[in-house]
């Protein structure tokens, strides 16, 4: 791994847990070098244990066994200490404010690495390497649509959905309080999405179903549901009972 030194971040404090979460981020920010002067200003009172810029070259901004300031307000399978049970990974990108464009492959090789040296230090469950976006539906895009999960999961870095699935759900529309509504967030929740079980279809729910449709590659990310999301959703849920 190329190791960019020199770079430190004072934003961080003691850990209150021990690391069993990857947390997967895009920088959204125009320049590398915007990004790390806002993670290393003690005003930002933001960081993250790594950056990776577009060439390959990972900065470690903060030491591992610190906590970290990357996720904010967030949960992950009840979890709402993000930053004291995980590792934040930042990758260089303007992200959808700023003209957000693929993640490069020299960026992706040194990511696969990094994460493959973190799993085997911290023995951390596949299904707990997440997206931003995954712990925080309500708030956050990244790292977004262009991210290639599906390639980390070839190697063996994530969970991806089984083709074969089949779509367990009823048919559920934007508005509906049903029971059916309720197997849906049940199973969102099952994977590790906080939702309200409340078996109604508003706001919360299509949040969540977004990012899950973002995250899982269902070819759309308007929190509809169908067929397809459906039977993703059945499948990871598979995935992710341990
Ligand atoms: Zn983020």
């Known amino acids: 791994m190329k190791i960019i030194t020199g770079k430190h971040s004072p934003n961080f404090n003691d850990r209150k847990s021990h690391i069993d979460i990857i947390?997967?981020?895009?920088t959204g920010m125009k320049s590398e070098h915007e990004a790390l002067d806002h993670l290393c200003n003690k005003s930002s009172k933001v960081s993250s244990?790594?950056?990776?810029?577009?060439?390959?070259?990972?900065?470690?901004?903060?030491?591992?066994?610190?906590?970290?300031w990357h996720a904010g307000v967030s949960c992950w399978n009840g979890d709402n200490d993000i930053n004291s049970s995980s590792i934040g990974i930042e990758l260089e990108n303007p992200g959808h404010d700023f003209g957000y464009k693929p993640f490069t492959n020299p960026q992706m090789v040194s990511l696969e690495s990094l994460i493959r040296y973190l799993i085997s230090k911290y023995n951390i469950p596949l299904h707990n390497i997440v997206g931003?976006?995954?712990i925080a539906p309500l708030r956050k895009k990244d790292p977004g649509e262009l991210f290639d999960w599906k390639r980390l999961a070839k190697k063996n870095l994530?969970?991806?959905?089984?083709?074969?699935?089949?779509?367990?759900?009823?048919?559920?529309?934007?508005?509906?309080?049903?029971?059916?509504?309720?197997?849906?967030?049940?199973?969102?929740?099952?994977?590790?999405?906080?939702i309200n079980k409340d078996g109604y279809f508003g706001n919360e729910t299509q949040l969540v179903l977004k990012a899950f449709q973002r995250r899982f590659g269902s070819g759309k990310f308007d929190g509809y549901f169908d067929n397809i999301?459906?039977?993703?959703i059945h499948s990871i849920k598979s995935l992710t009972k341990i």
């Open 23 to 26: 947390v997967i981020h895009y």
């Open 49 to 68: 244990h790594y950056l990776i810029n577009f060439l390959g070259g990972i900065y470690s901004l903060v030491d591992e066994e610190k906590r970290a």
């Open 132 to 134: 931003h976006s995954d």
């Open 158 to 194: 994530s969970i991806w959905p089984k083709k074969s699935s089949v779509n367990p759900f009823n048919n559920i529309c934007i508005g509906e309080k049903s029971k059916s509504v309720l197997e849906v967030q049940e199973a969102l929740s099952d994977i590790g999405y906080k």
């Open 229 to 232: 999301t459906g039977m993703l």
